[in-house]
């Protein structure tokens, strides 16, 4: 009989590993964890710091592993079915021939990140011994993977069947070749991304961001692809009259208080060819559903501005004025909005208009320090939005 591959250690000595690798990455002696194919099923290693841990082979199913920090870490052939790895950071982690099927990874960082097949050992139930040596692609089917971060990951030929990728950050990912049959990447970013010969039968794509991808080589067979946002055109012209020459006429409307310029109504544009709308002055301004997505409008004057349905998507938006402003439905899934102005407008004694945010989507965004006195939240969407210092008093939300 073959020597068993898997090891296994008490509780008290892997956490003697897991205190001596934190001391070795403080500098302060300590020693690199080598947790090499060690049983470690269930265990809860929530918060620990194994960045460039060995965990080669590792078998973590079922594991606590929420806000571990495994940056640069070796995870090849690892097994992670099911793990909640909820706010985890894998930056450039050696992911291989890794199973995670069924693993909760909302929010975690894998940028940069290896996905691709790796050579692992097939071992079985009984004493773990090693029975073949065997190809296998990183896996993700059924992963949960909602605003994670795989941007320039490597998932080349990796396997995501059924995957969640709702408002995930896939740009410039290597998915070349990968099984992405019936995943959800509603609202993922996947600028830029490689997706040669990608199976994307029935995956659904609303929303999604598919600037500078090329899909020819993709299977799109049932495919949603509804809403998704292209590369924006070079320049936008509003009545034969380039866009920035319109908004220049509205901001002079703006600075003269009216004497000059006009209001403009912008409906449904693409703004994104602007590039930026820093500290601009903006009030009034009607765009709805018009996209912004990325940009940014840092300081930007936009008190009572109609932006209802539109696209602020990644945005940044800190200390925005934004006093008295539509944004019904808008989409503002990790846009920053820190120390943004979101309070009443005073249109008048004794009147004053509320910033309406009805049924926005505000998932992950930064809304710390803003000033949301008043605002009217109903139906919003504030999932994972950060709130630390933001001044709610007042504000109209569901009880």
Known sequence: MKAS???TFDAGTIRQM???HARFRAGRSGQRANLAYVDLRHIDLQGADLAEAELTGARLEGATLSGIKLDGATLYGADLRDADMRGASLIKADLRGACLRGANLAGADLSGCDLREGRTAVQDGQGFRILKHEQRPGELDYAVLQGANLAGAQMTGTHARAADFTEANLSGASLSMAKLNKAVLDGADLSGADIYQTDLSG??????VLADVDMDDATLDGADLSDVLRAPPPIVYIDDQPLDEVLATHERFCISQGAEGAIMRLP???FRPLRQLRRRKLSGLSARQSIFFGMNLEGAELQGADLS???LRKANLRGADLRGARLIGAMLHQANLAEAKLGPLTIGEGRVMRTDLTRV???GAD???ADLRSARLLEADLEGARLA???LRGAERET
């Open 268 to 270: 449904e544009v693409d």
């Open 203 to 208: 995956a659904s794509l609303r929303h999604a």
């Open 309 to 311: 349905e539109a696209d």
């Open 389 to 391: 210092g933001a001044d």
């Open 361 to 363: 989507q505000l998932r």
């Open 5 to 7: 591959l898997i090891r």
């Open 18 to 20: 897991v205190d001596a």
């Open 367 to 369: 809304l710390r320090g």
